[in-house]
């Protein structure tokens, strides 16, 4: 066997095993939940390059640059997400990714092209929440609002269904932002959810994910 054939084979053998790993995604077909109770992240969580943490019974990150931490699990087009956000910062800017790729972040701090939906709250120094479609700006943004702003060391629940090109987004019991997309995401490429953060320190708990009926 010549050096050529073994590098071949040796290619061959890593598709084979990148090709597996992506095969053992499993679907989302029973509720998720995660309280993180925990001293690591665990295999659950896809980790793109940030120290996101589990400490003190809840997922904390900082300065992540928008290096998501992707959820290894596909996601139904219908779905209820269910956590608790906490900001300990007065620049506020909680957000998570929802029925993105799995795998894409920043990797040079500029500009992040989201695959999914942001749902921001208190993003742009606390000035600014919105649920924006594959962007974070100008005509990515679908909805927005300025009030209220995010009050540091205060936990927010919040519960966003997505049914169809239904995206509705609660906060602590209270409508906060909707948005009907004609096009909604779903499917290969668009059907992940993650954490994500740009400089506040924040931190999250009590995750649920289910189907929705």
């Not at 989201?114 to 100008?138: A, C, Q, R």
């Not at 540091?152 to 239904?166: D, F, Q």
């Not at 953060?197 to 994910?209: F, G, H, L, P, R």
Request: net charge negative; proline share 7%; hydrophobic share 35%.
């Amino acid at each position: 066997m010549t050096t050529g054939d073994r590098s071949l084979i040796g290619l061959l053998l890593l598709a084979g095993l990148a090709l597996g790993c992506k095969a053992k995604v499993p679907a989302l077909t029973e509720p998720f939940t995660d309280g993180f109770e925990r001293g690591e992240i665990g295999s659950d969580w896809h980790n793109t390059g940030a120290e996101y943490k589990t400490t003190g019974g809840v997922l904390s990150i900082q300065g992540a640059h928008n290096h998501p931490l992707w959820l290894r699990r596909k996601l139904p087009a219908n779905v209820i997400i269910e956590l608790d956000a906490t900001s300990r910062s007065p620049q506020g800017d909680l957000k998570i990714e929802l029925m993105g790729d799995g795998q894409s972040f920043d990797p040079d701090q500029g500009r992040y092209d989201p695959t999914g939906y942001m749902f921001v709250f208190g993003g742009w120094s606390n000035s600014l929440s919105i649920i924006s479609k594959l962007g974070e700006h100008d005509d990515a943004v679908k909805v927005k609002r300025q009030a209220p702003r995010v009050e540091p060391g205060r936990t927010y629940h919040w519960i966003i269904t997505k049914r169809g090109g239904v995206l509705d987004w609660q906060i602590d019991g209270h409508p906060f932002l909707q948005y009907f997309d004609p096009e909604p995401l779903s499917g290969p490429g668009h059907e992940f959810f993650a954490f994500n953060n740009w400089e506040t320190d924040v931190s999250y708990d009590n995750v649920k994910i289910r189907p929705a009926d």
